[in-house]
């Protein structure tokens, strides 16, 4: 029978071209482990490493780089972890468990030439990890009830509630307005409108008569010409200098005429 495993399709995470492959000695102690321990300068194996996802767990796959085929793979379901663990004296070396079908492991070392494929490496493996635990956490929320209390925003049973929707456009409208924004004056009874004021008599302090006739507009006319003084007429004085002149010359005149005649 099949395993819910096996309907699960596999992702790449990583692929680096060369990797070396060492023998470690076993570990006496607790101790940190070390690089400089190992033959570095004499690999047991080299190859390819290809680094894929089926599922929550991560394989960790050493392979042929001519042919492909499968040297050895560690099994990781967590990280950091047993399955990968660093050195403490370089970036650049894990120690892998690798495990065969019958489920025997072993521990082995492997390193990169280059720290670009040791960093790449290492962040493959924590960015599927964390989006494990990601996938973990929003699980146990969808299982778990909610437990906050809930808002109710609905109405309860008799409430109602009163809404005033158009009351300011009727007032707006009820109001008329003239030019200037100031509102209309009725007109006086009887049908007749006063006339305006003239600014003649505005100048000269009068009141405007009380009736609309045109009588009491030529009174106004008149009470204002009254107030007002009549300037002097240089014009008409000169004139009566120059006949005086002429009054007091024209007696010689008629006198010597008259020896003429």
Avoid at 29 to 35: D, E, F, H, Q, V
Avoid at 178 to 190: C, E, H, V
Wanted: with cysteine.
């Amino acid at each position: 029978m099949a395993t819910e495993g096996q309907f699960e399709y596999e992702s790449v995470l990583c692929v680096k071209p060369e990797v070396n492959v060492y023998r470690i000695p076993p570990r006496a102690s607790n101790r940190a482990i070390r690089a400089a321990d190992w033959k570095l300068d004499a690999p047991d194996w080299t190859g390819r490493m290809r680094v894929t996802a089926r599922g929550k767990v991560v394989y960790v796959k050493l392979e042929d780089k001519i042919s492909g085929e499968l040297f050895a793979q560690a099994p990781v379901d967590e990280y950091p972890g047993i399955a990968v663990e660093t050195v403490s004296d370089s970036s650049r070396y894990f120690v892998l468990r690798i495990q065969d079908d019958n489920g025997r492991s072993a521990f082995i070392g492997i390193g990169f030439g280059d720290r670009g494929d040791a960093f790449d490496f290492n962040v493959a493996l924590q960015d599927h990890f964390k989006w494990v635990k990601q996938e973990d956490e929003f699980t146990k929320q969808a299982q778990a009830p909610d437990s906050t209390p809930k808002l109710d925003l609905g109405f309860k049973e008799g409430q109602t509630i009163t809404l005033n929707i158009g009351q300011s456009k009727k007032k707006d409208r009820s109001r008329p307005q003239g030019s200037g924004g100031l509102g209309l004056l009725p007109p006086p009874p009887g049908g007749k409108l006063a006339p305006p004021p003239s600014s003649r008599s505005t100048n000269h302090n009068t009141q405007p008569p009380a009736g609309g006739s045109d009588t009491g507009c030529l009174l106004d006319l008149d009470s204002s010409n009254s107030n007002s003084v009549a300037p002097s007429n240089p014009t008409s004085t000169s004139s009566s200098d120059l006949w005086g002149d002429f009054d007091s010359v024209s007696p010689n005149f008629s006198s010597k005429s008259q020896q003429w005649d």
